[in-house]
């Protein structure tokens, strides 16, 4: 942060008109800033660091941002993580006036323009984030936004696990570790390429990974939620699309928060649960409402972004019953069988020829009014073409609909299709308890669900992105239907992890949508991780015994995680010693800087690191950049 203090002083410094008795003046430099005043803005753009943080590019254009300006100078302690400015509440407000006295609703909370890194790696690890300030702390939130270095780079194949050999731009990607930092080093190579991201994310709801220790909980998960959003958008295509699912806990919030960032579509409600079970209780007591239903927000980065209509299983319509015979007339099959069932299966079994007739045509052209009007009382199939070319049938004043468009594959059985609406009712969230040899708790979305959402949005060959990738459910999915994905995930899941979930869908796993989409094993995935040394300090400490741990505190202290807050010549190994082994561990582990974990690639040939020689090699493929 110092050298912006000291970049912006120096500059500042040059026109003596800023200062009263040779000290800079901070109400004369703020009067000047308010009119835009053409020499600071001309001196401001002289230092390359200076200019990037109070300037943005609009069309070509340099503009100059006043209120950080402001802001910046404002303040009187420039402490990392401050954000001192931020009222402690949260709130809806527009340009400081009450919703009440404007037309405008945007979402308004303290750490707004904070980056909460949110950098838990497991389920039982409650720690503690900081908030780094945008405008006060850039430095910081340069360091943990930067490039990164990844490592353990393997292929995983029908033969199992191997050393990388190479990164191909059409790989599959799993990759372990902070989503926030790694969504950043994603840009240089998948900015503007992704269709579509899903996610899942933790609800909010202190039952799920969310545990962070702030008494601003809905703040807190909008930071955290919005931090990681903006850095998605800049993945997405043009015509990319998210699907964002979430609960009552915080959708409200959500959707205002995406409304900010995305072009909103839909609000799907999805049937996740039945009216039954041990909620009953709540039910019966008057507390709490049967609980049915999820959201999922839906939004594309741009208005002209569309998706593909689709068809969704349903009751048959019995208005399909007119079979074209031979002759070119039509028949009404449905009193030729014992039963409704017949009838139906075997109209679903032999679609090409069976209609209904559409007698309400009132949006047809005028040329294919005529046409209908004057088939009219006439017993025969009369064939004609619209603008487009396409032919289609004429029957006694109405038009025939085919069934043949509206068949439906699931499971391998055939329904009747109509087309898709924001209530997702039907059995798309049904599922097993395992699917792809891996165990699904409660709360774990099906692979039905998310066959449908990349369906909707996708083509085969599109990239899909799934940021909560937990036990892999997304790329599972995305793996078996033809589309390049990447999976990112922070948490440890054991033998529930997506790595050992797509290892059984490479070797032919018949669960989930398998059957479905003819999925028969294949293809293959990159996995690496962020290189995290203090991770994996953690994890010896987590394990180690008391003979080992003095050794693991002499290398914490020689450490680049060392915590900036503790200086090591101060540290009595005597008085170590003497502690029990769980506050030896505990005293360890804080030892840690949470935010200074991650190698940045700027440092990949400090020998320092160690970095091998081919993940220096991937690296540079993944970038595109020299190692």
């Known amino acids: 942060m110092s050298s912006y203090i000291d970049s912006l002083a120096a500059l500042l410094s040059q026109d003596p008109k800023y200062t009263v008795d040779n000290v800079l003046n901070k109400n004369i430099i703020a009067e000047h800033a308010r009119k835009y005043d053409s020499g600071l803005l001309n001196l401001l753009r002289k230092d390359d660091k200076i200019k990037q943080l109070f300037f943005t590019e609009v069309d070509g254009s340099l503009v100059f941002k006043k209120d950080v300006f402001l802001q910046f100078i404002a303040q009187k302690e420039f402490l990392p993580d401050s954000y001192t400015r931020f009222g402690q509440k949260i709130g809806l407000s527009f340009n400081n006036d009450l919703l009440s006295s404007c037309g405008n609703v945007v979402l308004d909370w303290p750490y707004k323009d904070c980056i909460l890194e949110g950098g838990q790696d497991r389920d039982d690890q409650k720690r ?13 939130i340069n360091t943990i936004l930067d490039d990164k270095v990844f490592v353990n780079w393997k292929r995983y194949d029908k033969d199992g696990e191997h050393d990388l050999d190479e990164l191909k731009p059409d790989d599959n990607l799993i990759i372990k570790g902070n989503n926030l930092v790694v969504l950043h080093s994603l840009k240089k190579r998948f900015a503007g390429k992704v269709k579509l991201i899903y996610i899942d994310p933790p609800y909010n709801t202190g039952n799920d990974g969310f545990n962070y220790n702030d008494t601003f909980n809905h703040s807190t998960w909008l930071t955290f939620m919005r931090n990681r959003l903006m850095a998605a958008k800049d993945l997405l295509s043009n015509d990319g699309m998210i699907f964002v699912q979430c609960d009552d806990n915080e959708q409200a919030y959500l959707k205002v928060l995406m409304d900010e960032l995305f072009d909103f579509r839909e609000c799907i409600i999805v049937n996740t649960s039945t009216p039954s079970g041990v909620n009953a209780v709540n039910v019966k007591r008057g507390e709490r409402l049967f609980k049915l239903k999820e959201y999922i927000l839906f939004y594309s980065k741009t208005g002209s972004a569309r998706f593909n209509p689709l068809l969704v299983k349903s009751d048959y319509n019995l208005n399909y019953k007119y079979e074209l015979q ?7 099959i449905s009193k030729n069988f014992d039963s409704t069932e017949e009838f139906v299966n075997y109209c679903l079994k032999n679609p090409e020829n069976i209609y209904s007739i559409e007698k309400n045509n009132k949006k047809a052209g005028e040329k294919a009014k005529a046409i209908i009007e004057s088939s009219k009382g006439k017993k025969e199939v009369i064939r004609a073409k619209n603008s487009k070319g396409e032919d289609y049938l004429v029957y006694d004043g109405g038009v025939l609909t085919p069934l043949a468009s509206r068949v439906v594959e699931d499971n391998g059985k055939l329904y009747f299709g109509t087309l898709i609406s924001d209530l997702w009712t039907d059995e798309v969230f049904q599922s097993n308890k395992t699917e792809g040899g891996v165990e699904l708790p409660g709360g774990k979305k099906p692979e039905k669900l998310i066959r449908r959402i990349i369906d909707l949005a996708t083509n085969p060959g599109d990239i899909v992105l799934d940021y909560h990738l937990g036990s892999g459910t997304t790329a599972a999915v995305a793996h078996k239907m033809g589309r390049q994905y990447i999976g990112i ?24 949508i398998s059957k479905t989409v003819n999925w028969t094993g294949g293809g293959s995935f990159v996995y690496c991780n962020i290189k995290n040394d203090a991770n ?25 995680f060392l915590s900036y807050r503790v200086d090591p010549k101060k540290v009595s190994k005597k008085e170590f010693e003497n502690l029990s082994l769980m506050d030896k561990k505990s005293i360890l582990v804080n030892l840690v800087d949470n935010n200074t974990l991650y190698l940045n690639y700027s440092e990949i040939n400090d020998k320092t690191y160690g970095i091998s020689e081919a993940d220096k090699k991937h690296n540079k493929e993944f970038y595109g950049k020299e190692a």
């Open 128 to 140: 503690k984030e900081v908030f780094f300030n945008e405008v006060l702390a850039p430095d910081q």
């Open 326 to 332: 031979d002759n070119g007339t039509l028949a009404d």
């Open 489 to 512: 995930e922070q948490l440890y899941y054991g033998e529930n992890d997506s790595v050992v979930r797509l290892q059984n869908v490479i070797k032919g796993d018949p669960t989930g």
């Open 536 to 560: 994996i300090f953690r994890e010896k400490v987590r394990h180690a015994d008391e003979k080992e741990l003095e050794g693991l505190l002499d290398q914490v202290l020689k450490s680049s």
